[in-house]
């Protein structure tokens, strides 16, 4: 499944969200607020940036 990181009143987050309700993608909102992150999001996203997906399947593909 996917899981997207980010705040929900960025937007960039929110126009990745519209793309992935588009497409009937089912994902995992974990809302970052990209101030003060952890270590563990930072490995993710060295630079701190959000939105940051990520999936537990081996690939995801989304047909247009």
Do not use: Q, W
């Not at 101030?35 to 593909?61: H, M, N, Q, W, Y």
């Amino acid at each position: 499944m996917l899981k997207l990181y980010g705040a929900g009143p960025s937007p960039f987050v929110r126009k990745v969200r519209v793309v992935l309700a588009e497409k009937n993608v089912s994902y995992e909102h974990d809302p970052v607020i990209p101030i003060g992150v952890s270590d563990e999001f930072r490995k993710l996203s060295p630079l701190g940036k959000i939105p940051r997906s990520r999936t537990t399947a081996a690939r995801c593909a989304i047909r247009r």
